[in-house]
């Protein structure tokens, strides 16, 4: 059984044992119901008053579906329940992974990947495990109680049916690869399929302003139609297993009608069963076939368990603990594909220096940040900190000391607080003293709820230079050793960018280290040092 699938189960086994029993009565009850049909047709040879005793029989089958209704709908509302908790175990499950990725590889992919990883790939897996699984359980209970009876009303009737669940039963095994592999090609059509959606409905804007709407309808259909023909592909593999199930289970049912006819003319079982065992036989049949249904389905989950889980990595890199008095990069040379960026240089970064990294625009500079961070492992020479080589650290350690504004600043769609303070827990006056810091008193007294309004998404109701504050306001908050600003007041006017960059330069405690292409010569007289790239 797939782990993720496994430590769900066990995690609620409670709660999935009390549903689990639910479906059993509820399955008593569809038996039992169905089997009350034949109480009508038995009391025509019934001793005595048979009206009576037909009134009864009636009366008694209308209870006996009566409860199989009631324990249907409390199994249906048992489902209903255990969706919201088992759908967020299931996104828990994917975040740990998302959040398990290295920088390089979550760039692999575009978000909108990660978007349907959330909902699509939840949702199937919801549906074909769990959903399938409780299903399965109290269909194949139906079964089996279906069997039982059967065999009480007649020998012949429990061979027969004996014979037929192994036809039955050996048939859809030979389908487990061919549902894993459209399993497998719809989640990457969703994934696609999303991508390609949040890809022009981010581009929208310039549609409109290039006079070009109808592009957005254009672009959002051919995605849809390449995403459709991958889907087409899974459900017809689908439809062909439940087609495949659903004829071998019909013949078996008109077998095993002919079986309970004969059983009933040779007076093996009594006439009622005939009334009976059409119901009996869908009980017992479809039973088999929805079981089945449910292990091929669960089996055909296998390659988004496989996608969710955890590679098991053995971090041997030393935390670095203690405060880092000094970043070397010595002999640096970084290469994205055949494509140099960097050949051997030299870099020096002094607890509490302030430090400019300049160039031209694809120079490197924002590449020789993402090696001091840890981002890009593929470099060759060295990276040090305090003498500790980052092949040999736990690089995840390096941020609690090192904080990186970039120049792309993105706001989530939560209060400022949160934006500031990233759900940590902070003081009021630790807060408002960043705040102050970064200038951002007017925006915090023009909002409704102050701190607590609000954000759109990506700070669309916030101008630029307010974004990048609230950036540096997130970084500062931290209380880090090493701020790395990556043309972190470019949006700024002069006047703000000028006393926010003299506010940073004025902590001798910061290494401030600021990546540009227009430095300006009064922050350039307070710098310890500047790099040419």
């Not at 050949?343 to 940040?369: I, L, N, Q």
């Not at 934006?419 to 951002?440: D, P």
Request: hydrophobic share 40%; charged share 20%.
């Amino acid at each position: 059984m797939m782990k993720g699938y496994r430590d769900i189960l066990r995690k609620n086994r409670n709660m999935l044992t009390g549903i689990g029993f639910v479906m059993v009565i509820s399955a008593i009850f569809a038996v039992a119901a169905g089997y009350s049909l034949s109480w009508i047709l038995n009391a025509y040879e019934a001793q005595g008053d048979r009206v009576r005793q037909l009134i009864l029989a009636s009366l008694g089958s209308v209870g006996m579906f009566g409860l199989c209704i009631l324990t249907e709908y409390l199994g249906d509302l048992s489902l209903a329940w255990m969706q919201r908790r088992i759908k967020n175990d299931l996104r828990k499950m994917a975040s740990r992974k998302l959040a398990s990725l290295s920088y390089e590889e979550f760039y692999q992919k575009d978000s909108g990947a990660y978007v349907s990883w959330l909902g699509n790939d939840v949702d199937q897996l919801y549906t074909n495990a769990f959903e399938q699984l409780f299903q399965g359980i109290r269909r194949g209970f139906s079964a089996l109680f279906a069997f039982v009876v059967m065999s009480m009303s007649s020998w012949y009737l429990g061979v027969a049916a004996l014979i037929l669940f192994v036809i039955q039963f050996t048939v859809p095994q030979l389908m487990n690869k061919p549902m894993e592999r459209a399993t497998q090609r719809r989640s990457q059509a969703m994934e696609q399929s999303v991508e390609a959606y949040k890809d022009t409905i981010m581009g929208t804007g310039i549609f409109y302003l290039s006079n070009l709407r109808q592009k957005i309808v254009e672009r959002i259909a051919v995605s849809s139609d390449k995403a459709e023909q991958q889907i087409f592909l899974s459900n017809r593999t689908v439809c062909t297993v439940q087609n495949l199930l659903s004829l071998v289970s019909c013949n078996n049912q008109i077998v095993l009608t002919l079986v309970a006819t004969f059983a009933a003319i040779t007076g093996a079982a009594p006439i009622g069963i005939i009334f009976a065992v059409g119901n009996l036989c869908g009980q017992f049949f479809n039973g088999i076939g929805d079981a089945v249904k449910a292990v091929v389905s669960i089996r055909s989950t296998k390659p988004l368990w496989e996608k969710f889980e955890l590679s098991v990595v053995k971090t041997e890199g030393a935390e670095i603990n203690k405060p880092i008095d000094e970043i070397t990069m010595q002999n640096l040379s970084f290469a994205y594909g055949e494509k140099p960026i960097l050949t051997k240089r030299d870099f020096s970064f002094v607890s509490g220096g302030k430090y400019a990294v300049c160039g031209e625009s694809g120079s490197g500079k924002t590449t020789v940040m993402k090696l001091l961070l840890g981002l890009l492992p593929r470099y060759e020479g060295r990276i040090c900190y305090d003498g500790i080589e980052q092949r040999q650290a736990d690089v995840s350690s390096l941020y609690e000391q090192i904080g990186y504004v970039d120049q792309q600043v993105y706001l989530f769609q939560d209060s400022l607080r949160f934006n500031i303070t990233l759900g940590q827990h902070y003081s009021e006056q630790e807060i408002w003293s960043v705040i102050k810091a970064c200038r951002l008193q007017e925006l915090v007294n023009s909002l409704p709820n102050g701190l607590d309004s609000v954000i759109l998404e990506n700070g669309k109701n916030l101008s630029g230079g307010q974004r990048q504050r609230i950036a540096l306001a997130r970084g500062l908050i931290r209380k880090v050793r090493y701020m790395v600003l990556d043309e972190g007041t470019s949006a700024l006017d002069e006047e703000n960018a000028l006393d926010i960059e003299q506010n940073l330069m004025s902590r001798k405690e910061l290494c401030v280290i600021v990546i540009t292409h227009h430095l300006r010569d009064s922050i350039r007289k307070q710098l310890t040092r500047v790099y040419e790239i």
